[in-house]
């Protein structure tokens, strides 16, 4: 069954801890996407990969690290930079530009 | 920058009455995609305008790209308990495929 999955579904932060958000898809999709969820706020960029080894920031980058060694995996590490984490963050896919995005269950990120 | 707009932010309809949630770009888009979120879920895609004056349905859904490709409408005929969810429009930022999302219409409906 095809599809986009980021795990896991809850996780918590420590004060000064850096945490890793995954996100593997079976799609074959060149493009992979990061976003942020803040109530009221709609889906703001965060990241984004065109192919493998390449990725450019988005609009709220600042506090946030990507990798993309695989075409089927996009992970995003969390800084202990970014002092606003909580939040629910949505990984996506795109077979090609214009294309529609498949989004991905979500992450929902807490501060302890 | 780019920006694109969706008003109403929130919307409550008593079950069987109408909807309608409009988007405005700042720019001219190429296309324009539609995408509803359950509560506690992710999106979901549900349609793709593409030409100018374009109008699709879905059932109850009806979709419309406005004819200088600056604004587009969604309208619910008849909503049910089904519809509720937050219904965002995206356009393409650039020439790399990035969507940029309006901020979203949340739509209860009362039973």
């Known amino acids: 069954d095809g599809g986009i999955t980021q795990s896991p579904k809850y996780l918590f932060r420590k004060e000064g801890q850096n945490v890793t958000l995954s996100c593997e898809q079976n799609?074959?999709?060149?493009?992979m996407y990061w976003y942020r969820q803040d109530p009221g706020q709609g889906l703001r960029l965060i990241y984004y990969?065109?192919?493998?080894?390449?990725?450019q920031k988005g609009d709220i980058a600042e506090g946030y690290s990507v990798s993309r060694e695989k075409k089927e995996s996009f992970p995003l590490t969390v800084t202990s930079a970014q002092k606003n984490p909580t939040a629910f963050y949505l990984c996506?896919?795109?077979?090609?530009?214009?294309?529609?995005?498949?989004f991905g269950d979500g992450t929902r990120l807490s501060i302890l | 920058g780019q920006q694109v707009m969706q008003i109403p932010q929130y919307q409550h309809v008593q079950e069987g009455e109408d909807f309608t949630t409009y988007c405005n770009s700042s720019?001219?888009?190429?296309?324009i995609q539609w995408y509803k979120q359950r509560p506690g879920g992710h999106p979901v895609f549900l349609i793709q305008?593409?030409?100018?004056?374009e109008v699709k349905k879905q059932k109850r859904l009806t979709f419309q790209f406005g004819e200088a490709k600056k604004n587009s409408s969604l309208h619910i005929t008849a909503t049910q308990t089904t519809d509720v969810g937050t219904y965002f429009c995206?356009?393409?930022?650039?020439?790399?495929?990035?969507?940029?999302f309006g901020k979203g219409t949340k739509l209860s409906v009362k039973p």
């Open positions: 996506a896919s795109q077979m090609r530009s214009n294309q529609p995005q498949h």
């Open positions: 799609l074959n999709h060149d493009a």
């Open positions: 990969s065109q192919i493998v080894n390449d990725f």
């Open positions: 720019t001219t888009l190429s296309n």
């Open positions: 305008l593409v030409k100018s004056g």
């Open positions: 995206a356009g393409p930022r650039g020439s790399q495929g990035n969507l940029i």
